[in-house]
């Protein structure tokens, strides 16, 4: 059972258009009303017919988490096998949705993203603000999270393998915009397969609710927060191997060599003298065996993604069988409006 959660928050006038272009390989859609000023949906309720559609009301918006978590809850409540995630405002193409969750469905990943930077066509229409938040997230979200396969770690196209949602702790992500790069750090803590899936976005007039100077110290908090836990989890607590020890003592000789670097500096500076060789490489050597060791560990992080997916491998002929059954009980849907129309 494919399910879609849709969080909704001001997007009345296209929200509509999008649960219209939803296939029939979806099975259910749950589009959760984040406390919408424009009330969604009660719009969707008295505008939408789909049997699929069933609306969840927050009484007090929850941000954009807390919306998809709602969402998943009452999906994996109904039995539902894979977990997608569409935005309501219409940037996402749900025509996608079949070449979304294949990954997961196959058994090749346990979580599968949009990718908006495959394609150069799309990065060229992309609003360059956003292009260069998502540019500049990439970075830090691979570092918190250990995935550094991942390109576009904002996007909010995803498909999730229900068995290894129910072993997340939704109480402890993040309820706003940081969301997203939280169920990544999440997912890597569990080693989980995650896998990129491009697609283009699709820009309108829309305008982003994300602005980026307001949530920048979400962000920054969130990420460096993220990055020492997965440390500590991935390389203390849980394993401990060379590179627990590489970035250890890089660290460390980074610091050294920058602090008496700085010092014999100021004081050169200070009493106007030049610093002796031998000082210069006090400061040198141990900056230059810091930066080593610290890629050393960095080439050991890339090879630590996780491989190995934690949902059962499900194998083509499963997925064709999913999708046999998707379009039997599309039929029958059709069937069923028909008699009822």
């Known amino acids: 059972m494919i ?13 509509l258009d ?10 259910a859609i749950y589009l959760v009303d984040d406390a919408c000023p424009e009330r969604t949906g009660e719009h969707v309720r008295e505008k939408c017919h789909d049997p699929r559609v ?3 009301q927050h009484d007090a918006n929850q941000g954009v988490g807390g919306a998809t978590l709602t969402g998943y809850r009452a999906a994996l409540a109904d039995g539902a096998t894979v977990l997608v995630k569409l935005d309501g405002d219409g940037q996402m193409d749900p025509a996608r949705i079949p070449q979304l969750v294949a990954p997961v469905l196959a058994g090749r990943a346990d979580y599968a993203k949009g990718n908006r930077f495959h394609d150069l066509d799309t990065l060229l229409r992309m609003p360059r603000v956003r292009l260069a938040g998502n540019s500049a997230l990439s970075f830090v979200t691979k570092l918190s999270s250990g995935y550094w396969n991942v390109i576009d770690p ?3 196209f995803t498909a999730l393998a229900a068995s290894v ?15 997203e790069s939280d169920l990544l750090f999440r997912l890597g803590v569990v080693r989980a397969v995650v896998v990129d899936v491009p697609m283009p976005a699709l820009y309108g007039d829309e305008s982003s609710a994300l602005a980026p100077v307001r949530v920048a110290g979400e962000f920054l908090r969130g990420h460096a927060v993220n990055t020492a836990k997965r440390i500590f989890y991935n390389y203390y607590l849980r394993n401990f191997n060379i590179a627990s020890i590489e970035i250890v003592v890089g660290l460390a000789s980074l610091a050294f060599g920058s602090f008496v670097g700085l010092r014999h500096w100021w004081m050169s500076h200070a009493t106007a003298t030049p610093a002796t060789s031998g000082t210069v490489m006090l400061a040198a050597l141990p900056v ?5 060791l610290l890629l050393a560990f960095l080439s050991y992080d890339l ?4 491989r190995e997916p934690l949902s059962v491998a499900a ?7 999913v999708r046999e059954e998707a379009s039997d009980r599309a039929r029958e849907r059709e069937r069923v409006g028909a008699q009822r129309g």
């Open 165 to 179: 949602a129910r072993a997340l702790p939704f109480e402890k992500l993040s309820r706003r915009f940081f969301f």
């Open 54 to 56: 069933r609306v969840i």
């Open 315 to 321: 194998g083509d002929d499963h997925e064709l069988v």
């Open 18 to 27: 999008v649960i219209g272009r939803i296939g029939p390989e979806c099975d």
């Open 3 to 15: 399910a879609v959660v849709i969080p909704c928050y001001r997007v009345r006038d296209r929200v």
């Open 288 to 292: 230059i065996v810091g930066v080593q």
């Open 303 to 306: 090879q630590n993604v996780p």
């Open 154 to 156: 904002t996007n909010g």
